[in-house]
């Protein structure tokens, strides 16, 4: 059942016009059990929304991933997207293809603290997307189980159609990659250095 606060925040956005919306930050405190409830949107009435920050504290939970998904299937003119305090997974980088969702996207911030241990020992799966996103390159192999269970309401983008990205900020780890594929990523768009919670500390 959702919270009185997450019910307040659906209730207000089904009952209120913001035609002039740009910049939207959800903020959900991470509990273990949480079932995280995202406010229904009409892509017709927050057109001008381009800034999306989502904090929710994932944790990798599958079905928040879906929910999140589900969400920015409603957001299509986003183009500045920061996911940040969840523990980013495969599914989670294999669901921002640009095949996927999000076709105006300019700008994405994944330089979350929280990153699951099989991607960072895979980073391949980062590079999928980001080639998908900055290049106009196919991701090779299969896709990542799961991920075709989140594209949920979502038609397919092709290159001509989705804008390519022009910034990305990433964790320190990534940033300092040494490897082919992740220096030619670096050619074709802006990397930013992240700053975390444990860097500032």
């Known amino acids: 059942m959702a919270s009185t606060a997450e019910a307040a925040l659906d209730k207000f956005f089904s009952a209120v016009d913001m ?46 991933m879906q929910t999140i998904f589900r969400f920015l299937s409603q957001t299509t003119h986003v183009t500045n997207l920061c996911i940040s305090d969840s523990d980013l997974g495969p599914e989670f980088i294999s669901g921002l293809k640009v095949t996927s969702r999000l076709p105006r996207l300019r700008v994405l911030d994944i330089s ?36 075709n269970d989140m594209d949920v309401g979502v038609q397919s983008t092709t290159f001509e159609e989705a804008s390519r990205l022009e910034t990305i900020r990433v964790p320190r780890w990534l940033y300092f990659a040494n490897d082919e594929r992740w220096k030619v990523i670096c050619d074709s768009v802006k990397v930013e250095c992240g700053i975390t919670m444990d860097d500032a500390n």
């Not at 381009?50 to 994932?58: M, N």
């Not at 980001?130 to 299969?142: I, K």
């Open 19 to 64: 035609p002039s919306l740009c910049d939207l930050t959800l903020e959900f405190s991470p509990h273990p059990d949480r079932v995280l409830h995202f406010p229904v949107l009409n892509p017709i009435r927050v057109e001008k929304l381009t800034k999306l920050h989502i904090s929710c504290g994932a944790r990798g939970h599958f079905d928040i």
């Open 112 to 147: 979350n603290k929280h990153w699951d241990d099989s991607l960072v020992q895979n980073v391949s799966v980062i590079y999928d997307m980001f080639e998908t996103r900055c290049l106009d390159v196919v991701a090779s192999g299969d896709r990542t189980p799961g991920a």
